[in-house]
């Protein structure tokens, strides 16, 4: 597929994380672009791109922090099962990047999130979050980043792997 000639495109490599939490609930952002009101809003899984040298192991790991203040180990996240190709907008640039997603499951319930270690567009662009319910995600299909996360969250977490076909989401 050829992307849209709108914006200066940035390659690169990243990571998603599903974070569950004892009661089996899901961790989502609330979302949007201030650049691009007329994308509206969605709900969109922590996680970003891997810094040079970085494992998908260790970017997981310090987006989880940086975004929501939870602290896990490297050996706590599953196995990359789902990989993807994706492009959206983000600000003034044309994001093309290799994905994949990975599992956290937390012992307790899913603490409020700490905005703290945030960047600052982190900051502007995620203006709430909730612990969805999977059956909620399930039966309510919220639009979300990715797009087929509702679809093929069942079969990721029964440890389906998963290759998705690229996806042009913004």
């Given at each position: 597929m050829e992307l849209p000639?709108?914006?200066?495109?940035?390659?690169?490599?990243?990571?998603?994380?599903?974070?569950?939490?004892?009661?089996?609930?899901?961790?989502?952002?609330?979302?949007?672009?201030?650049?691009?009101?007329?994308?509206?809003?969605?709900?969109?899984?922590?996680?970003?791109?891997?810094?040079a040298g970085e494992t998908y192991r260790e970017a997981a790991v310090r987006e989880l922090r940086e975004e929501t203040g939870i602290v896990v180990e490297p050996g706590d996240l599953g196995a990359p099962t789902w990989r993807r190709r994706a492009s959206f907008l983000h600000r003034q640039r044309r994001h093309l990047q290799d994905e994949v997603v990975v599992t956290v499951r937390l012992s307790g319930p899913g603490p409020d999130v700490d905005e703290a270690h945030r960047l600052d567009?982190?900051?502007?662009?995620?203006?709430?979050?909730?612990?969805?319910?999977?059956?909620?995600?399930l039966a309510d299909r919220p639009r979300c980043y990715p797009g087929r996360l509702p679809e093929l969250l069942p079969a990721f977490l029964a440890g389906a792997e998963i290759d998705e076909p690229f996806e042009l989401w913004s």
């Open positions: 000639r709108d914006f200066p495109v940035v390659e690169r490599r990243a990571v998603r994380v599903v974070v569950l939490d004892a009661a089996d609930r899901v961790l989502l952002f609330h979302t949007r672009d201030p650049e691009h009101p007329d994308l509206g809003v969605w709900w969109e899984l922590p996680g970003g791109g891997l810094d567009y982190e900051v502007e662009d995620y203006f709430g979050f909730r612990w969805w319910p999977l059956a909620e995600v």
